[in-house]
């Protein structure tokens, strides 16, 4: 089966997605550029995809209820079908889901390694959260991943979209958050053009 192209997005909105799956659990939550937007409580850009992630051990139930969903491993830049009935092997953390009628991608999955207790961070295993700490939600019931981490994750790559929501974000940060956030930045990414930033002062 072929993929759509690797730009034909259209995703759907967490609101959408929420409206599939969030009668089933709470244990998913959305990442990315929409947890920020989730935590701000408002639309601050445009997002050109829509992330969220699972625990590992429920990637085929999810899969399951998003049945209208066709899905993709996505590694080293390879798309490859994954059929309904076949697992991801354990060195895939992203699925894309696409609806293969419209052409288009819906939503970009990512796989949970952590506990039920304890999130990890994936790029670097050392750190870790309690997943109460880690995971929050709005008044609607939506889970996100905290802002803080959403910024970790986009410090690797600091495109200007990247730059444009840490920016949004500074000023809502509280203390801790932006503690923590230039302790994970001065270890994983030394020299970092947002830790000045960050610093108190």
């Known amino acids: ?9 259209e995703p759907w909105s967490p609101n959408e997605l929420f409206a ?14 929409w947890a920020l937007d989730l935590w701000h409580g408002e639309l601050t ?14 990637v085929q139930r999810y899969r399951g209820i998003l049945s209208g969903l066709e899905f993709f ?28 009628g419209a052409g288009r991608w819906r939503v970009d999955m990512m796989v ?13 295993p050392s750190f870790t959260l309690p997943r109460d700490q880690a995971i929050r939600e709005t008044a609607g019931g939506i ?15 600091a495109r200007e979209k990247d730059h444009q929501d840490f920016r949004n974000a500074l000023l809502r ?3 801790n958050e932006k503690s923590s956030l230039c302790h994970w930045l001065d270890v994983l990414h030394p020299g970092h053009t947002w830790i000045q930033a960050l610093q108190p002062g």
């Open 173 to 175: 940060l509280n203390p």
């Open 143 to 157: 889970r996100y991943l905290a802002p803080h981490l959403v910024l970790l994750f986009k410090a690797r790559h």
């Open 45 to 58: 850009r445009v997002h050109e995809d829509l992330e969220f992630s699972v625990p590992a051990i429920e």
């Open 20 to 33: 599939r799956l969030g009668g089933s659990d709470t244990n998913w939550y959305v990442v990315g550029g």
């Open 73 to 100: 491993t996505v590694k080293d830049g390879r798309f490859d079908h994954l059929p309904p009935g076949e697992t991801p092997p354990i060195d895939v953390w992203q699925l894309w889901g696409a609806d293969i």
């Open 112 to 124: 949970d390694r952590g506990s039920p207790d304890v999130w990890i961070y994936k790029r670097d």
């Open 1 to 9: 089966m072929q993929p759509p192209p690797d730009d034909a997005w």
